[in-house]
């Protein structure tokens, strides 16, 4: 991997909205653009990547998602490239408490990857996004 550093994310589920784990409960939510408040907020230690880094990179947009009416609280982030003719998906992490097999809610990365193929039709990319697994799970993609 020529300077990218791997990432491993399951979808564990498809659905319109993040559905709460245990409940069953469904949540509508909203992908935004990452804000410098939001940024300030990011802890390093409740995230796998350095998501205030990753903000610094000016050819980079970094989304999160939030349930409706409540964008305070991150669900998940992406960071996305467009690449002029795909979206390269750079980093996409669900937030801790979405992550195990405790997770609060199921369908983070699979919004997260939602919104990224609808950003690739919306700039004419035919819906294309590309990015880089780690060997494990090369197959399972493909």
Not at 86 to 106: V, W
Not at 107 to 112: A, F, K, M, Q, S
Not at 129 to 138: A, G, N, Q, R, Y
Request: glycine share 8%; net charge positive; proline share 2%.
């Amino acid at each position: 991997m020529t300077g990218h550093k791997p990432f491993e994310i399951e979808i564990d589920r498809l659905t319109r909205s993040i559905e709460n784990a245990v409940s069953g409960d469904s949540f509508k939510t909203q992908v935004l653009e990452l804000t410098s408040a939001d940024i300030r907020k990011i802890k390093s230690a409740d995230w796998l990547f350095e998501w205030k880094v990753e903000a610094k990179q000016l050819n980079k947009k970094i989304y999160k998602l939030a349930i409706l009416d409540n964008p305070n609280i991150i669900q998940g982030l992406m960071s996305l490239q467009d690449r002029g003719d795909h979206i390269f998906m750079s980093l996409i992490e669900s937030s801790k408490f979405n992550r195990g097999i405790k997770k609060l809610y199921l369908g983070v990365p699979g919004n997260l990857i939602a919104f990224a193929c609808k950003l690739s039709l919306e700039a004419g990319y035919g819906g294309y996004v590309s990015f880089e697994s780690k060997t494990k799970l090369k197959e399972h993609y493909q």
